[in-house]
Structure formats: C-alpha cells, structure tokens
C-alpha cells in the first residue's frame, strides 16, 4: 500500500482544518506593537506614551527631552530588533522547508557561523573598510557555509540529522577561524568585533537601519513570493518534478533567500541564536505548514522574540544592560533540546 509522506499529510490536514490565520496574525501585531510601545516607553528616562506619538510624528512634546530619546535613541534600536527578528525567523523557516529538517537553523547550521566569520575578518583584519560594507561581507561569508551544507549534506531523502551534523561541523570550523583572527588582531578591534559577536542591539543607530532596511525591503517580499515553490519542494523532489517544478532552480533561489536575511542580520546585529529555529516550530503549531501562512506568522514572532529579548536585557538588570542574543540563547537552547527529544521519541 502506497503511504504519503508527513509532511504531505499535514499539508493536507493544514487545508482541511482552515487554521485561523488573520486571527493569529492580529493578536501577534497586538502583541508586537505592545512590546515595541513598551521599549520605547520604559528604561532610565521614562517617557509617556503621548510624547511617544507626537516625539514619531514630529509634533512638539511636554518634556524636550523626549524626542532626542525616543527618535535618536530608542527607535532605531527597537527597529532593528524587530527587524532582524524578522529576518532570521523567515531564513529559519525557509532552511527547515528546504531541508524538510525541523532541526535547520541558521545558527545550527552554521550559516550564521560563516557570516561571522566573514564581518570579523573585515573588522579586525580591515578596520578602515566602511561598514556599510559589512552587510555584504556577511552575505558572502553566510553564502559560502549555505552552499557547502548544500553539497556535502545533500536534500531529498537523506536522513535529517545529517544536516545537522554537517551545519555543526562547519560551524565549529568556522568558529576556529574566528577565534583564531580574534587571537591576532589588535586589542581595540578585537573589542569592537567581541562586542558585536555578542549578538546585541545596542547603541544602534539610523545608519545600521538604512543598511539593513535594503535587504528587507528586497528579499522578505522574494520568500513570501517563493512559499508556493516550498510547498512543492516539501512533497519531495519526484513529486515536485512530476509537478512541473524545476527543483534546482526552485532550491538554489530560495537558499539565496535564506543566507542573504542571515547574513544581513548577522553583520548588523551580530550572532542573535535560536531565533531561526523557534519561530518556525510556534508558528507550525499555530497556523500550519502551509508556507503561505506560516512565513508571515514566523516573521511576526521572531520580530517579537528578538524585541522583546532586547527590551527585557535592557531593563531586567538596568543600570546593567544584557545583550539580546544571551537571552535568545537561553531560551532557545533548551527549547532545542526538548525539540531533540521528541524526535528521539
């Protein structure tokens, strides 16, 4: 008797069930906007949220302090939280697709690892490079890491942990490389570029939203416009074929994708963990597998993970300031463990 596959099967169930998505995504936008509010309002210099709105809108304020606060300090740093949020969530999403491995991540599998490498070599070795640049390096570097999982893992059949053993390899070699730079740079670049692999927010400022803003802008609309060629990708690659997709083709963009929301986000913010791999698993069990549905959702939550880790590490210990990547990790690590488990079961 002929089976069909898991995933085929939830596709199905997903469409049958009619999952409630507008109603997922309104309460998210809730919530999102009730974090983002808060990290603008709350900190060392409170400000009430009327001066909030009228400090955004250009209107003038009861405090005159208030929009130097919130326009110039706050809201850069609370934008590319999101942001970057959103980034990796919708590379993570699209590599456990791809991969049809729920274990893909981009820090997992050492995409992040290789855009690391990249943005720390033109910090150390080549401090005078602009860093508008940085984005670019990063890509390059997530790129490299990204095609040669692609080659060495392999797609299709092959057993899902091998992706996973291959990421951790690479990520582990890329590691060594970033070290070892580290060890040889001079004390104030090596600072500068520890601070950075910290994976933090902070001190971010326009200019860090202008560099990132392009890549958003490009390739989030490019992934939302490839969920139908994922969905079909899912269904393995003979039924895909017989479908008419072009496999090759179809995987090569979609990996372009991926590695270039990573990368991107890696060289602005540094190595934010686990993001990648916690806002695809919330947004499959809210909404489904349908890439249609899913890449929104997953979006959603990872720009509201990684902000509401910014704010909580800059106010849970203030005058004291945790960087947001830490707080990630701490969630994500043993969420990545319970993830393990299950599949072990």
């Not at 049809?100 to 690391?116: E, K």
């Not at 150390?124 to 860093?131: I, R, S």
């Not at 929104?296 to 990547?325: E, N, W």
Request: glycine fraction near 10%.
């Amino acid at each position: 008797m002929t089976t069909i596959p898991n995933s085929r099967l939830q596709i199905q169930n997903s469409i049958l069930n009619n999952q409630p998505v507008t109603r997922v995504l309104l309460l998210l936008l809730l919530l999102t906007l009730a974090v983002l509010g808060m990290s603008l309002s709350l900190g060392a210099y409170p400000v009430p949220p009327v001066d909030i709105v009228k400090a955004v809108v250009g209107l003038p304020t009861l405090d005159p302090e208030s929009p130097f606060v919130v326009v110039t300090l706050r809201l850069p740093r609370v934008l590319i939280s999101w942001l970057v949020g959103v980034s990796l969530a919708i590379a993570g999403a699209i590599l456990q697709g791809l991969t049809r491995n729920p274990l893909a991540d981009p820090g997992i599998v050492g995409v992040n690892a290789g855009a690391a490498l990249a943005a720390v070599i033109l910090i150390v070795l080549f401090p005078t490079v602009p860093t508008i640049y940085l984005p670019l390096a990063a890509f390059g570097g997530a790129f490299v890491v990204g095609c040669l999982i692609y080659l060495l893992a392999g797609t299709g059949e092959k057993s899902p942990l091998r992706l996973v053993l291959v990421g951790v390899a690479l990520a582990a070699i890329m590691g060594a490389f970033t070290t070892l730079i580290l060890t040889f740079g001079q004390i104030n670049d090596v600072t500068r570029a520890l601070v950075w692999l910290a994976g933090s927010v902070a001190g971010k400022s326009w200019e860090q939203v202008w560099q990132l803003l392009p890549w958003i802008v490009v390739f989030v609309p490019l992934a939302l416009l490839l969920t139908r060629e994922l969905d079909t990708l899912q269904l393995g690659d003979l039924v895909a074929k017989g479908l008419g997709s072009r496999v090759t083709w179809q995987r090569g963009k979609l990996l372009l994708v991926s590695v270039a929301l990573a990368g991107s986000s890696v060289a602005i913010a540094g190595t934010i963990g686990f993001v990648g791999l916690m806002a695809p698993h919330l947004a499959r069990r809210l909404v489904g597998p349908i890439h249609k549905n899913l890449l929104p959702v997953a979006a959603l939550i990872g720009g509201l993970l990684v902000a509401a880790a910014d704010f909580l590490g800059r106010t849970l210990f203030s005058p004291t300031q945790l960087p947001c990547g830490l707080l990630t990790a701490a969630l994500g690590a043993p969420y990545f463990i319970y993830l393990l488990y299950q599949r072990r079961r």
